[in-house]
C-alpha cells in the first residue's frame, strides 16, 4: 500500500464511525470507546477534554492506528485503516500523522537537532534538506542556539518544543496531541501554545488535543467532551478552521 501525501481538499483528516473499544481490567470489562463516531475536516484546532478514565487517550491511540477498535470505522485523510497491516499502519502513521506526548519522548542521546529531524530522515530526506527545515523550525520556536543540546540540557518546555517541531516538521495530515501541556508552568505553556497555533495556521495542519488545560480549549475552535467512552458534546467555540487549498 502506497500512501500519498496529496489529498483531495473535501478529504476529512479523521473519520470514526460507531467506533467501540473494550479492555479487561481483572475479571471486569470496560468499554472505553462507546460507539463514538466524529469527523475533523482539514484544518481544524480540536480540543477533547473529559475526567481521567473517559477514553481520551484510547481515542487517540485509535484516531492514529497506535490501537485497533473492536469495531467500527477509522480513516485518517480519507485512508481506512481497517484495510491496513500493521505494516501499512506503520507506513500511513510515517505519511500523514504526528504525535505531541505528555512526557516529550525524545531519545536522550540525540540532540534535540536530531530529535525533530528522525521522521524527515526515516522518509529519506536528504541530510541538507531536513537540517535546512529543522532549523528554521527551532529557530521559530525559539530555540536557535540549541541544536545541538541533548534533551538533559534542555528545560521541560524546551524539550515540548523539539516535539512539537519533530511533529510538524513533516507536515503530517493530523497531530495528535496527549496533554501537551501537562508538565509546564504557565508561562511556558500559554508560550508553546502561541507557537502552535502560529504553526497551525502557516502550515494548515489538523490538531486533535487530549486536555485538562483550559488555556488550550480557550484556543480551540471545537470542544468535544467525553464521558464513559462517549462524546456528551461537540460544540464550536472559537474561530473557524483555517481553510485548506
Known sequence: MTVTSILPGNTPALQLEKVCRTFTQGDQRVRALDNVSLTLQMGEFVALAGPSGSGKTTLLNIAGGLDRPDSGRVAVGGQELGTLSAEGLARLRLARVAYIFQGYNLIPILSAEENAEFILLLRGVSREERRAK????????????????????????????????????????????????ANLDTATASSLLDVMEALHHELRTTYLFSTHDPRIMERAHRLLRMRDGRIESDEPIGPAPVTVR
Do not use: M
Not at 521559530?140 to 545541538?148: N, P
Not at 541533548?150 to 495530515?173: D, F, K, M, Y
Open 134 to 181: 529543522v532549523r528554521a523550525l527551532l529557530a521559530k520556536v525559539g530555540l536557535a542556539g540549541l541544536e545541538h543540546r541533548r534533551p538533559a540540557q534542555l528545560s521541560g518546555g524546551q524539550q515540548q518544543r523539539v516535539a512539537v517541531v519533530r511533529a510538524i516538521v513533516a507536515e503530517p495530515t493530523l497531530v495528535l496531541a496527549d496533554e501537551p501541556t
